[in-house]
């Protein structure tokens, strides 16, 4: 196994998640592709750019939703990635609904959602870096079975920037490392 | 589409990748599900444990790597998540290269390796959260192709913990989003 080097990330696959904030008081979504856990699986941390139209719902409101995508979607991701709220209207794009904090918009479309409040935000010159705490998630009804959400039924996608910024399906199950603890056996 | 309310965290899928540090001079390599790009790609951030023995190794160099194993290598990243580098010897387990850092032990069999120095540790009650910026990426010769990873030959896995600890197959392409600048058209 001879290797080359790369300039440049190969950590994959990564989620490509809409994250959603309210921009005087209209929901506006934007599409991210680097996200993460933060304090495993408590919060969410992730870059973005300051002159994001999103930027602005996120310091207003201290809060925000992060939406999980199926396939499906991914020629509504691609808009809401390449076009800013200041010029199109994104809340017609989608069904918004909300939770408990009634100020992080959320897509009814993508099969799982979280609704977050700012933790932190860590600005450098180019970006805010936001780190969120999970309040509460939420999933289509019938993907949760017995506490535990059938994840390889919602047509989830991934996403890789080594190189080309490619979108792949989620593939078949492999193996389950560790059953929920509020599954039945 | 109804909703249901689930506690916990629905971001997925996740990267699984097997974080490599040098404790006292030996090569030792721990399973992290929770790890994410920030600066747009150039750095990572993930939480560890802070009794990990791979935290000592990475307050002792400063430096770690970062290595994206396929589905073949799940047996030994699991083994790799549930021992200690205090009782068994992971450095057995692999075959280790080093890159410009030449204390970042990166694990040949892994597709892909991302070799990183320390930027910043903020540690918390539970862990550290070790930022590190990307010092050199290395791919399987035979993945690069035209100045891109043909992440989709790399046979690649993805990590949710929506309930279940499960780990996914990488399915097929979907769609290109933009192509590397430096590979050909």
């Known amino acids: 196994m001879a290797k080359q080097e790369f300039a440049g990330t190969v950590l994959a696959p990564l989620p490509l998640v809409l994250v959603g904030a ?62 800013s709220g200041r010029d199109v209207d994104k809340s017609a794009l989608f069904d918004t609904f909300y939770g408990e904090l009634k100020t992080a918009p959320m897509i009814r479309e993508c099969p799982m959602n979280m609704e977050c409040e700012v933790l932190e935000i860590v600005t450098t010159k180019q970006s ?26 919602a047509g989830l996608m991934s996403f890789t920037a080594a190189g080309d910024l490619n979108v792949y399906a989620l593939g ?10 509020r599954g039945k056996q």
């Open 22 to 83: 309210n921009v005087s008081g209209r929901p506006n979504y934007l599409t991210i592709g680097y996200i993460a856990p933060l304090e495993f699986g408590k919060q969410v941390v992730f870059p973005i750019n300051r002159t994001r139209y999103t930027s602005q719902g996120i310091l207003e409101n201290g809060t925000f939703s992060v939406n999980i995508p199926s396939v499906g979607l991914l020629p509504l991701v691609k808009r809401c990635g390449s076009t």
């Open 172 to 181: 078949p199950l492999v193996e389950t490392l560790h059953k929920h603890s």
């Open 128 to 153: 805010h870096n936001v780190v969120g705490r999970i309040v509460k998630s939420y999933v289509n009804e019938e993907l949760l079975v017995d506490g535990n959400v059938a994840v390889q039924d």
